[in-house]
């Protein structure tokens, strides 16, 4: 018998991860414009962005929401089906 799927849609996928993708896809500038964070803006690093999200919760669930809001959206599909 197989465990049941968790309907949670970052089930398994790390902040490192998260950050990245958001990174590759927007780019420092355009992820700073949408979440107004520091860490996003002034000398961003993936590193010091860790940092920060991991003690901070209002900026984490920011940052997955955004996240999810990409992965979901029509330019998400269309690029990972082309892979």
């Not at 490192?16 to 993708?21: A, G, K, L, P």
Request: aromatic share 8%.
């Amino acid at each position: 018998m197989t465990q049941p799927q968790s309907k949670d849609p970052l089930h398994g996928i790390t902040l490192e991860r998260i950050v990245t993708e958001l990174v590759e896809h927007y780019g420092w500038n355009e992820l700073g414009q949408r979440i107004d964070i520091r860490c996003f803006q002034h000398e961003p690093s993936i590193k010091s962005s860790l940092k920060f999200l991991r003690r901070t919760p209002w900026a984490r669930a920011k940052v997955e929401s955004l996240y999810v809001i990409t992965k979901n959206s029509p330019w998400a599909k269309k690029t990972s089906s082309e892979e």
